[in-house]
């Protein structure tokens, strides 16, 4: 599993990715987490041959936070869809 920060259009946020092959798979946390919560289940998808991805949602784990970060369902799908783009997933 590798740990890397990017930025998905005007947010910077951090990734987890485990697998390099295969479907993938996008894991997201609730608004009570952060992508590390997904660890176990990472390398698990990546053994069954997905290439499977985590990512903090804005304001939280190492994701931006404080003022001028919006912290909404919507905000959160606006990201969730830029990562997919980025990863060469959207159908």
């Known amino acids: 599993?590798?740990?890397?920060?990017?930025r998905i259009g005007n947010v910077g946020t951090r990734v987890l990715q485990s697998g390099?092959?295969?479907?993938?798979?996008v894991l997201v946390h609730?608004?009570?987490?952060?992508?590390d919560r997904w660890v176990r289940n990472l390398d698990a998808l990546?053994?069954?041959g997905?290439?499977?991805?985590?990512?903090?949602?804005p304001g939280h784990g190492f994701?931006?936070?404080g003022p001028g970060v919006e912290?909404?369902?919507p905000a959160y799908r606006k990201l969730l869809s830029g990562?997919?783009?980025?990863?060469?997933?959207s159908d």
């Open 1 to 6: 599993m590798i740990s890397y920060p990017t």
């Open 20 to 25: 390099s092959s295969g479907t993938p798979v």
């Open 30 to 35: 609730g608004t009570g987490g952060r992508a």
């Open 46 to 48: 990546a053994a069954a």
């Open 50 to 57: 997905y290439n499977a991805y985590a990512f903090d949602l």
């Open 63 to 65: 994701a931006d936070k």
């Open 71 to 73: 912290c909404s369902v």
């Open 83 to 89: 990562f997919v783009d980025s990863i060469g997933g």
